[in-house]
């Protein structure tokens, strides 16, 4: 699928076609890693204590597309943990850097980018809507970006 067909900012950054083959023949555990950190500081905190059970020792496979890049991460009774690279998964989850931003920023919802395609997901069903369902009751998990970020500032 082209960049020109994919549904408003679906399509991510534009990366180079070398450079997104090279980051998708990467070791998947360093950006699991960062990912499991990441959700430790910003989501854990934020997870209701009965869905903490519902949600604990399955692998979910995060798919970030237009860099070519997976990630692979398990809630554990202690926090989220990098999951390993070649064991199945309940739940893979894949969209643009461009749409998670966005969904992080609360600036879309899920079911939105499901339905314009610019967010996949494939795996346990039940599963998936339980997660979806914590997120959406939780809100955002960034708030607005730097003005530097976007070159607006100076």
Same mark, same amino acid.
Do not use: H
């Given at each position: 699928?082209?960049?020109?067909?994919l =549904?408003?900012?679906?399509?991510?950054?534009?990366?180079?076609?070398?450079? /997104?083959?090279?980051v998708?023949?990467?070791?998947?555990?360093?950006?699991?890693?960062?990912?499991a950190?990441?959700? @430790?500081?910003l989501?854990? =905190?934020?997870?209701?204590?009965?869905?903490?059970?519902?949600?604990? $020792?399955?692998?979910?496979?995060?798919?970030?597309? @237009?860099?070519?890049?997976r990630? /692979?991460?398990l809630?554990?009774? $202690? &926090?989220?943990? =990098?999951?390993?690279?070649? $064991?199945?998964?309940?739940?893979?989850?894949?969209?643009?850097?461009?749409?998670?931003?966005?969904?992080?920023? $609360? *600036?879309?919802?899920? @079911?939105?980018?499901?339905? *314009?395609?610019?967010?996949?997901? *494939?795996g346990d069903? *039940?599963? &998936?809507?339980?997660?979806?369902?914590?997120?959406?009751?939780?809100? =955002?998990?960034?708030?607005?970006?730097?003005?530097?970020?976007?070159?607006?500032? &100076?």
């Amino acid at each position: 699928m082209s960049a020109a067909s994919l =549904p408003s900012g679906a399509a991510g950054l534009p990366v180079p076609q070398v450079v /997104r083959r090279l980051v998708s023949r990467l070791p998947v555990q360093p950006p699991s890693l960062v990912l499991a950190a990441a959700l @430790d500081r910003l989501l854990r =905190p934020r997870l209701p204590a009965d869905v903490l059970p519902l949600l604990q $020792g399955r692998v979910v496979e995060v798919a970030v597309t @237009d860099l070519g890049l997976r990630c /692979r991460v398990l809630l554990a009774p $202690g &926090g989220f943990r =990098p999951a390993a690279a070649g $064991g199945p998964f309940v739940l893979r989850i894949a969209a643009s850097s461009t749409s998670y931003l966005r969904l992080l920023r $609360g *600036e879309d919802d899920a @079911d939105r980018l499901f339905f *314009e395609r610019a967010l996949v997901m *494939e795996g346990d069903t *039940e599963y &998936g809507l339980v997660l979806k369902n914590t997120l959406d009751a939780i809100g =955002p998990l960034l708030g607005p970006l730097p003005r530097w970020w976007s070159g607006a500032g &100076g």
